[in-house]
């Protein structure tokens, strides 16, 4: 069974940063393309963040430059680094695989992200 546990959210000022982590268990982590999805208020999930087992990363365009995407497979944990933070940054972030892979996998309890001054 695949666990994913999001943490490192919370309220923060715009132009702030903070540090996501996201801890997998019952997979065989370095093997697959792990991403942060966003869910913003009254919005659908979307991703925002990918990085291959190969570490080859790809961003959404609001995002790039500003959020950093990074793994440690011997932790089997997936990092998301947010500088210059802005209020639509806000909402719940969650990890998982690619879109195919999170449908099968199921989702954690994300963490929340407030950008807010």
């Known amino acids: 069974q695949v666990q994913l546990v999001e943490s490192g959210g919370g309220l923060v000022q715009p132009g702030g940063s903070l540090r996501l982590s996201c801890a997998a268990s019952?997979?065989?982590?370095?093997?697959?393309?792990m991403g942060w999805y966003r869910q913003a208020p009254g919005k659908q999930r979307e991703m925002v963040a990918r990085i291959t087992s190969g570490d080859r990363t790809n961003y959404a365009n609001s995002v790039k430059g500003r959020l950093t995407i990074s793994r440690d497979n011997a932790k089997n944990t997936v990092y998301l680094q947010m500088n210059s933070l802005k209020p639509e940054d806000t909402g719940v972030y969650y990890c998982n695989g690619d879109e195919t892979l999170a449908r099968a996998w199921g989702w954690g309890q994300g963490t929340q992200v407030t950008v807010s001054s």
């Open positions: 019952g997979i065989i982590f370095s093997i697959y393309t």
